[in-house]
């Protein structure tokens, strides 16, 4: 069984930054794949950034450039770095896993086997 838990998550200016950190416990095949979703309110989760053991990765279009996705292997732990934050990035974050590699779909949450409570930021203008 895997669990995973963020945190890093808060109410921040338009333009600030935030880095959510996301700890699994268990390790290995159900870990492989592992990435960071989130969802406002009224609207569908989203895919906004995942890896893969073999050091792929994969960033949404609507965050590339601000938000960087990395993996400490050794502590078992998932960063998200989000900078210059707009309103819009306003949601409910979450860290989810996957046995496999990230392939052609790997922002796609049906995918994705485990998932953390979830970590709240909200950006203001």
């Known amino acids: 069984q895997v669990q995973l838990v963020e945190s890093g998550g808060g109410s921040v200016q338009s333009g600030g930054s935030l880095r959510l950190s996301c700890v699994a416990s268990g390790y290995g095949y159900s870990t492989r794949c592992m990435g960071w979703f989130r969802q406002a309110p009224g609207k569908e989760r989203e895919g906004v950034a995942a890896?893969?053991?073999?050091?792929?990765?994969i960033v949404a279009d609507t965050v590339k450039g601000r938000f960087t996705i990395s993996k400490d292997n050794a502590k078992i732990t998932l960063y998200l770095q989000m900078n210059s934050l707009k309103p819009e990035d306003t949601a409910m974050y979450s860290c989810a896993a996957r046995p496999g590699l990230l392939g052609a779909r790997g922002l796609d949450p049906a995918l994705y086997r485990y998932w953390g409570q979830g970590t709240q930021v909200t950006v203001s203008s």
């Open positions: 890896l893969d053991s073999d050091g792929d990765t």
